[in-house]
């Protein structure tokens, strides 16, 4: 099956810095990367998401990017505020509904 | 709240014991997922439903674990003989029959064994 690996596991930033996390997917046939924010306590909410026919998506301080040469996939946080804090993760899909998730990463951004 | 709900909340409960979850999805959701995330990982799949049909099930569903959705409408997870190692955060996401790739999540059941 697919294996999802994501890096950092931890990451922090000072506010009004950019953060990036990247994450790595085995099986080529993949065709869907989420992207999700689970603040402490609370449910994975999706932030973003791209399809692989696209290379790149943008929504206001927050864009993914994706090259499926070479398997890897990556969030940008521009302008980061202290409520991006949270744990994010990626996850990759081949077909719905299997979602394979990367391991996470813990965001702190430092006032 | 018109998300995905999920009861109970916290679920403390003895080796050996049965427990059973439920999960309502966003009403005019068709799909209906569970997960189980332990700590310091992402979810794991574990089955999903299409209406009230469950078409796949994980690897990680063992014969002590059994899900329905007899309606259609909201769906339920029990575990049968409960092992310290099911403890974890147990979540249910959601999917319209529009955007099937938009999973919502609810805000999980945490299952402790002791």
């Known amino acids: 099956g697919e294996n999802v690996e994501q890096h950092p596991s931890t990451l922090s930033v000072q506010e009004g810095d950019s953060a990036v996390i990247k994450c790595t997917y085995s099986?080529?046939?993949?065709?869907?990367f989420p992207w999700y924010k689970q603040e402490l306590g609370k449910r994975p909410q999706l932030i973003i998401d791209?399809?692989?026919?696209?290379g790149e998506k943008k929504d206001q301080r927050i864009a993914v990017t994706l090259n499926k040469t070479a398997k890897h996939f990556s969030l940008h946080i521009t302008e980061t505020q202290p409520e991006d804090s949270a744990v994010y993760f990626c996850?990759?899909?081949?077909?719905?509904?299997?979602?394979?998730f990367g391991t996470g990463t813990s965001l702190t951004v430092i006032p | 709240d018109t998300g995905v709900s999920q009861n109970p909340r916290h679920k403390i409960t003895k080796r050996g014991q049965n427990v059973t979850f439920r999960c309502d999805p966003i009403?005019?959701?068709?799909?209906l997922y569970w997960y189980r995330q332990t700590l310091g990982q992402g979810p794991e799949f574990l089955t999903y439903?299409?209406?009230?049909?469950?078409?796949?099930k994980s690897r990680l569903l063992s014969d002590r674990f059994s899900a329905e959705r007899p309606k259609g409408s909201f769906s339920t997870l029990e575990i049968q003989r409960t092992e310290q190692g099911d403890s974890a955060m147990y979540l249910c996401?959601?999917?319209?029959?529009?955007?099937?790739?938009?999973?919502?999540f609810g805000p999980g059941t945490r299952l402790t064994v002791t």
């Open positions: 996401a959601s999917s319209s029959r529009v955007n099937h790739y938009e999973q919502y």
């Open positions: 099986d080529s046939a993949s065709n869907y």
């Open positions: 791209i399809r692989s026919n696209v």
């Open positions: 996850a990759a899909s081949i077909m719905p509904p299997q979602f394979y």
């Open positions: 009403s005019e959701h068709n799909r």
């Open positions: 439903f299409q209406n009230e049909a469950q078409l796949e």
